[in-house]
Every structure is written in C-alpha cells, then in structure tokens.
C-alpha cells in the first residue's frame, strides 16, 4: 500500500475527519489533505508522532516491512533511517546516509560505494569479502545505479 493510502486508513480507521487528525498532530488541514493526496509526505517528526499518537508501526506507516535504500540497501525499517527531500518531507526510498534535503550524498560513484560496503560488513555480520561480492551484485541493481 501507497503512503497516500496508509495515511488515508489511519485516519478513517480512527473515525477523525482531516482537521481532527491535523489537530492531534499540530498540523493544518491542507497538510492532511497534500499527504493524502500524495503531493507531499510528513516531515520526519511528524511521521514519529503519527506512528507514537496512532500506535502505528513504522512498518506499517511506510506501508512496507522490506524496503531497502535505493542506494546502498540498508533495510529502512524506522521512520529515523529515512532519507529527507527538498521539502523537508521525508524521502520513502532512499535512506538519511544516502540523502538529505533532497540531495545524494555521500558516495559519488557506484564503484566507490562498492568499495566502502566493506566497512558495513560486521554490521551486516558478514564476512568483508562476502559484503564486497554481496555490494558488487545488489547496489546496480538498485534505483540510484541503476544503469537501464
């Protein structure tokens, strides 16, 4: 399920029109209403009180349980992992290693963020050479490098 939609269901499931909703979370109706609309998604701090006020898992918020980053593959399975658009809204593919306010930063070529997996191997509780064949194999593939 889309953003838009999970959003949307959070609201109606709790019985709340926009303006109830935008109220609980110290936003404007027109806010509510863009993210609905998918124009544009929450701030960062908004989407922790949405998923604190309405008990909702990040997870489930995000409308996904395997995302990765469309830059480096780390798994996004909290609202802080997320990267941050122009707007200050939050970027739903991209990771906040890889992009902030709208920007890619960090790595300026695929092969340079190959190189450096291997210092996320321990973390990943892989071998460096496993995390290097791993990086060579996944990180084209993903939308950022994607070269098709």
Excluded at 63 to 83: F, K, P, Y
Excluded at 112 to 127: C, K, Q, R, W
């Amino acid at each position: 399920m889309d953003f838009q939609k999970t959003i949307l269901e959070i609201r109606t499931k709790n019985g709340l029109t926009q303006d109830e909703f935008a109220e609980k979370l110290h936003v404007t109706r027109q806010a509510v209403s863009r993210w609905e609309n998918g124009e544009t998604t929450p701030a960062i701090e908004t989407l922790k009180a949405i998923a604190e006020v309405f008990k909702v898992d990040a997870n489930v918020l995000l409308g996904t349980t395997s995302q990765v980053c469309q830059s480096c593959s780390m798994h996004l399975t909290d609202i802080a992992d997320l990267g941050s658009n122009a707007d200050d809204g939050v970027s739903l593919e991209y990771c906040v290693h890889c992009y902030k306010n709208g920007k890619f930063v960090g790595y300026a070529s695929l092969e340079e963020a190959i190189a450096d997996s291997v210092n996320y191997a321990e973390v990943a509780g892989m071998t460096k050479e496993a995390m290097l064949e791993y990086a060579k194999a996944t990180l084209p593939t993903l939308k950022r490098w994607k070269t098709n």
